[in-house]
């Protein structure tokens, strides 16, 4: 039961950390939306090399979702937030040191 417990902890630790960099990639989209670009063009590239159902679902919410509401989405705790972000299309948006920033800060609580 122990060992459960501990990888329960690990994945909800994880997901924080996650929230924590998404929040950061919607406070730059809402500063400057056409980092948008960014996220279309790696879901592109991506989708050509392996078009999995999760980069599709991607592709699907970046095309029909109106910025306010894709903001509402990154920062969201809800299960399908939570499901998206493990596959974020977002890379390349914050610059390293904002990341880093971010990861240091959750390796420093990590329990």
């Known amino acids: 039961m122990v060992a459960y417990t501990r990888f329960v902890r690990a994945h909800q630790w994880i997901d924080r950390r996650s929230l924590a960099l998404h929040d950061a990639v919607a406070a730059k989209l809402e500063a400057q939306p056409e980092l ?20 599709l679902e991607w592709a699907r919410v970046l095309d029909t979702t109106p910025l306010p509401d894709l903001i ?22 914050l610059a390293p040191r904002e990341r880093q920033t971010i990861l240091q800060d959750y390796e420093s609580r990590r329990t």
């Not at 809800?78 to 948006?93: H, M, V």
């Open 36 to 55: 948008l670009n960014v996220a279309r063009a790696n879901l592109r590239r991506w989708l050509r090399s392996s078009p999995s159902e999760p980069l």
């Open 72 to 93: 509402v989405l990154l920062r969201s705790s809800d299960e399908d937030a939570i499901r998206l972000r493990q596959s974020s299309p977002f890379a390349g948006l």
